[in-house]
């Protein structure tokens, strides 16, 4: 068991330029744009044409990086692309062979092959499965192909046919007006038809236990990824077993966009993405805007930790003890629990939150749908037994509150989440232990939003301060 590298930290940023959608495209087209005219880069007259063909296609640049077409609004890209030929009459087969093809190689090759079988061990004929998995996926990455695709063709095509020739007004203007046709359409589409992100509590969380404690510890098991009608089918016994002596939450639903980064940060801060600034996998200036649950904890005279993989530290900075992601998937969770096992050894947190990520990685290498993926998650479930077994051995589950959940679910594609696709949206979640009302189910509405009000009242502190999720009341005994 390693801990992330600081190579591996940086890695990870770097990889998130060209995993994230809203990066990648810009970083995709310059790309493309170089190789297209590599033989006349040191051209001065070159550069007198490329110059202002790059400033009238920056617009929609800008526009691809603002919206992201998620889902159903991708057909609004195809229908810009339609147009910009119907308008200028002018492909450059070159720009589009080229983008193709570097794209493919990309996607399929590098990132879903090549990437995943050194890190995860994955087979070396990935991409007979992974081709297809490109041109479904609907999350808000670079492997998006119905979304990353036309936005690049038509920037291409605008800089291509600018370049063509001399900039003269007419062009120019043309390229201008057709690019606020498109900033027009992109707001109107999204204002009109984007209307499946998830509603957030506004005010303060206001449940404060002034009492006495409900739990000695708290300990979050959070299966990364873990799709919650796959969780209904995977033969889980233990995790069953400890479910029905505690509550389960059949709707508990994860925020926008529900990216890694983004739902542990909501989770463990009760705040939405616009608030504790955290909005993607790819975090531009690290840290939180809001008080975390762990800042809490530290203020009352306790302490949290959080186990997981290189990602986490750009919310959560030194309260995480990371674990390198470069591992077989076989192995990666075996790694995160002793590592969870020694920070329980070596600090004795209050707070232990343990991230999982085999099923995670198994949606993305191999896809949601197929039988390796339920597998995973009943593996998970052995997992996590010895892992209790083993706590309860060494007596830290004593007066302790155990929560199982998913950050997000994975969606069709490469274990799709961002966009909340099908699959995505909706979460495992139960609790059982002290302070834990045993043997029933809740319907109602919850959020991922609530663990960190929640924890706070099983542990008896205030909630963070930026905190506006509820504390889930109907889980826990009255003491009063």
Request: with cysteine; glycine share 8%; net charge negative.
């Given at each position: 068991?390693?801990?992330?590298?600081?190579?591996?930290?940086?890695?990870?940023?770097?990889?998130?330029?060209?995993?994230?959608?809203?990066?990648?495209?810009?970083?995709?087209?310059?790309?493309?744009?170089?190789?297209?005219?590599?033989?006349?880069?040191f051209?001065?007259?070159?550069?007198?044409?490329?110059l202002?063909?790059i400033?009238?296609?920056?617009?929609?640049?800008?526009?691809?990086?603002?919206?992201?077409?998620?889902?159903?609004?991708?057909?609004?890209?195809?229908?810009?692309?339609?147009?910009f030929?119907?308008?200028?009459?002018?492909?450059?087969?070159?720009?589009?062979?080229?983008?193709?093809?570097?794209?493919?190689?990309?996607?399929?090759?590098?990132?879903?092959?090549f990437?995943?079988?050194?890190?995860?061990?994955?087979?070396?004929?990935?991409?007979?499965?992974f081709?297809?998995?490109?041109?479904?996926?609907?999350?808000?990455?670079?492997?998006?192909?119905?979304?990353?695709?036309?936005?690049?063709?038509?920037?291409?095509?605008?800089?291509?046919?600018?370049?063509?020739?001399?900039?003269?007004?007419?062009?120019?203007?043309?390229?201008?007006?057709?690019?606020?046709?498109?900033?027009?359409?992109?707001?109107?589409?999204?204002?009109?038809?984007?209307?499946?992100k998830?509603?957030?509590?506004?005010?303060?969380?206001?449940?404060?236990?002034?009492?006495?404690?409900?739990?000695?510890?708290?300990?979050?098991v959070?299966?990364?990824?873990?799709?919650?009608?796959?969780?209904?089918?995977?033969?889980?016994?233990?995790?069953?077993?400890?479910?029905?002596?505690?509550?389960?939450?059949?709707?508990?639903?994860?925020?926008?966009?529900?990216?890694?980064?983004?739902?542990?940060?909501?989770?463990?801060?009760?705040?939405?993405?616009?608030?504790?600034?955290?909005?993607?996998?790819?975090?531009?200036?690290?840290?939180?805007?809001?008080?975390?649950?762990?800042?809490?904890?530290?203020?009352?005279?306790?302490?949290?930790?959080?186990?997981?993989?290189?990602?986490?530290?750009?919310?959560?900075?030194?309260?995480?003890?990371?674990?390198?992601?470069?591992?077989?998937?076989?192995k990666?969770?075996?790694?995160?629990?002793?590592?969870?096992?020694?920070?329980?050894?070596?600090?004795?947190?209050?707070?232990?939150?343990?991230?999982?990520?085999?099923?995670?990685q198994?949606?993305?290498?191999?896809?949601?749908?197929?039988?390796?993926?339920?597998?995973r998650?009943?593996?998970?479930?052995?997992?996590?037994?010895?892992?209790?077994?083993?706590?309860?051995?060494?007596?830290?589950?004593?007066?302790?509150?155990?929560?199982?959940?998913?950050?997000?679910?994975?969606?069709?594609?490469?274990?799709?989440?961002?966009?909340?696709?099908?699959?995505?949206?909706?979460?495992?979640?139960?609790?059982?232990?002290?302070?834990?009302?045993?043997?029933?189910?809740?319907?109602?509405?919850a959020?991922?939003?609530?663990?960190?009000?929640?924890?706070?009242?099983?542990?008896?502190?205030?909630?963070?301060?930026?905190?506006?999720?509820?504390v889930?009341?109907?889980?826990?005994?009255?003491?009063?």
């Amino acid at each position: 068991m390693k801990a992330a590298s600081g190579f591996e930290i940086l890695a990870a940023r770097m990889w998130n330029v060209l995993n994230e959608g809203k990066s990648f495209h810009p970083v995709f087209v310059a790309g493309i744009f170089v190789l297209l005219h590599l033989g006349e880069v040191f051209s001065a007259g070159f550069w007198g044409r490329a110059l202002p063909a790059i400033l009238l296609a920056a617009p929609l640049v800008v526009l691809f990086v603002r919206y992201d077409f998620p889902l159903k609004l991708r057909w609004a890209l195809w229908t810009f692309l339609a147009a910009f030929l119907l308008v200028f009459r002018f492909v450059d087969w070159g720009a589009l062979a080229l983008a193709l093809g570097l794209y493919v190689f990309f996607t399929v090759f590098f990132w879903g092959t090549f990437y995943y079988h050194l890190r995860t061990g994955a087979p070396k004929t990935n991409f007979l499965r992974f081709w297809k998995l490109v041109l479904e996926n609907p999350d808000s990455t670079s492997g998006n192909f119905l979304e990353q695709v036309p936005k690049a063709l038509i920037v291409l095509f605008a800089l291509e046919y600018l370049v063509a020739a001399p900039v003269t007004v007419g062009r120019a203007l043309a390229v201008l007006a057709f690019a606020a046709a498109v900033g027009v359409a992109a707001w109107w589409v999204h204002r009109r038809f984007f209307d499946w992100k998830p509603a957030y509590p506004a005010g303060r969380t206001r449940t404060v236990n002034r009492g006495e404690a409900l739990a000695k510890r708290v300990i979050v098991v959070v299966i990364d990824g873990c799709r919650l009608d796959r969780f209904h089918e995977a033969e889980k016994p233990y995790l069953e077993k400890m479910m029905a002596g505690g509550t389960v939450y059949e709707s508990v639903e994860t925020v926008y966009p529900a990216r890694t980064v983004v739902c542990f940060s909501s989770m463990l801060t009760g705040a939405a993405p616009e608030k504790h600034g955290i909005t993607s996998n790819l975090v531009l200036k690290l840290g939180l805007k809001v008080e975390s649950i762990f800042d809490v904890l530290r203020r009352s005279g306790k302490k949290g930790r959080l186990v997981g993989i290189a990602h986490l530290i750009d919310a959560f900075g030194d309260d995480v003890a990371s674990v390198t992601s470069v591992a077989h998937n076989d192995k990666i969770d075996v790694n995160l629990i002793a590592a969870g096992r020694r920070e329980l050894e070596e600090h004795d947190p209050d707070l232990l939150v343990l991230q999982l990520l085999a099923v995670d990685q198994n949606g993305h290498v191999r896809g949601t749908r197929y039988p390796e993926y339920v597998e995973r998650i009943e593996i998970t479930d052995n997992l996590i037994e010895g892992f209790m077994r083993w706590c309860e051995e060494e007596g830290y589950l004593e007066d302790a509150a155990v929560v199982l959940m998913a950050d997000h679910g994975q969606g069709i594609g490469i274990g799709a989440h961002g966009h909340l696709s099908e699959g995505e949206r909706f979460v495992p979640f139960a609790m059982w232990g002290s302070g834990v009302r045993a043997g029933q189910t809740v319907t109602e509405p919850a959020s991922v939003m609530d663990l960190a009000p929640t924890i706070c009242y099983l542990l008896g502190v205030e909630p963070p301060e930026g905190s506006t999720g509820r504390v889930l009341e109907d889980a826990l005994e009255d003491r009063g």
